[in-house]
């Protein structure tokens, strides 16, 4: 039973989260929507453990889905960094300000870059693109997500400043041109550059929050150097560039992994 402590552990911490948003923010949707999450994410990882291969992209589907088609397009909430930063200027903790907090701030924290693995549904539709391991060397373009991190911060500044009316219905369709924008980009550059992750490498906004508090996160894959014998397999799975036989918290491009597992599923001597 020991071996499904982590799922349980997980289902806890979103259950915890779920109720104490309840209560405080009375209002029972915050109860439905982290248990959702929290029993999706626990699902994938029992799948995990249960050796199903798809379990990952189960968890993808089920948060993905529900937070692009439900959150954003029937709900009409801006689910995007351009949610975060109309919320966080009109002053009001609900929605994506509560999103973001949980799963791109402080949530990191607890389970480093897992949103971007599991949850993300930009990533959900780039991980069923061809080239899920990195055909050709990292470019040193990652300054780019700093770029649309500023654009997304003065696009929403600039509607505040300009008093435009409105704001609700056109962050409506900057999440609907926002997310064209990002698919667009993202398949582009997997192409390109012939990696599915190439977007979220070298563009995604959200990383800016993610990567400085992922390097302090709790749970991370760590190696048993006793068991590696340097095989290098780790390294050529992973889609994130991450030398995961590095167990210090400095090791390269570690506030990039996903944790996505596929190192452990690889590692022909259980070595992480």
Known sequence: MKKYVLPAVMLTVFETVAVTLWLTKDNIFYLFNFSYIGLSVSLGMFLFIRKYKHARRVVQLLVGLYMMVYLGLICNENMQIEGFWYYLFTGVFEAATIHYAVAKIFGPLFFGRGWCGYACWTAMVLDFLPYKVPAQPRRKIGWIRYVTFAASLAFVGALFLAH??????????????????????????A??????????????????????????????????????????????????????????????????????????????????
């Open 164 to 189: 435009v009316g409105n704001l609700e219905r056109i962050m409506f369709w900057a999440f609907i041109a926002g997310n064209v924008l990002y698919y667009g980009a993202g398949i582009a550059l």
């Open 191 to 272: 192409f390109a550059f012939k990696d599915n992750r190439a977007f979220c490498k070298y563009i995604c906004p959200i990383t800016v929050f993610l990567k400085p508090m992922s390097y302090f996160s709790m749970i991370r894959v760590k190696c048993d150097r006793e068991k590696c014998v340097s095989c290098g397999k780790c390294r050529r799975v992973c889609p994130m560039d991450v030398d995961v036989t590095d167990n210090s918290r400095n090791r390269k491009n570690g506030t990039e992994c996903i944790l996505c597992m596929e190192c452990v599923k690889n590692c022909p001597k259980k070595a992480l």
